[in-house]
């Protein structure tokens, strides 16, 4: 199974935000749709579902942005340790023949 990266979470990110956009059009076109008809109860509910949809689908996105910066930061912390370890391991190396006074 693959990991996901932060690369995969910035697309997701980024298709979740081309949903935002279609999700507000389709909103409007529909409550319009209901006003003109007369049904001024559903177009509002149509564009209050369309909202929450909206602001949901741009939580997530936002969400996604969030965890993929979080996880280029640990993909760094983790380089810097593993160089740190190889420093200090390299640095024992070195110093394995001197314990004689050499």
Wanted: proline content about 0%.
């Amino acid at each position: 199974m693959e990991s996901v990266t932060a690369g995969h979470l910035r697309s997701a990110a980024r298709i979740a935000d081309a949903l935002v956009y279609a999700i507000g059009v389709a909103g409007v076109i529909a409550g319009g749709l209901l006003l003109r008809r007369g049904d001024l109860g559903f177009a509002i509910v149509a564009w209050s579902l369309t909202f929450v949809g909206g602001a949901t689908l741009r939580l997530a996105a936002w969400m996604a942005r969030g965890l993929a910066e979080v996880l280029v930061r640990q993909a760094n912390l983790q380089a810097a340790v593993s160089d740190l370890q190889a420093d200090k391991v390299a640095e024992q190396r070195r110093g394995a023949g001197r314990h004689w006074g050499l």
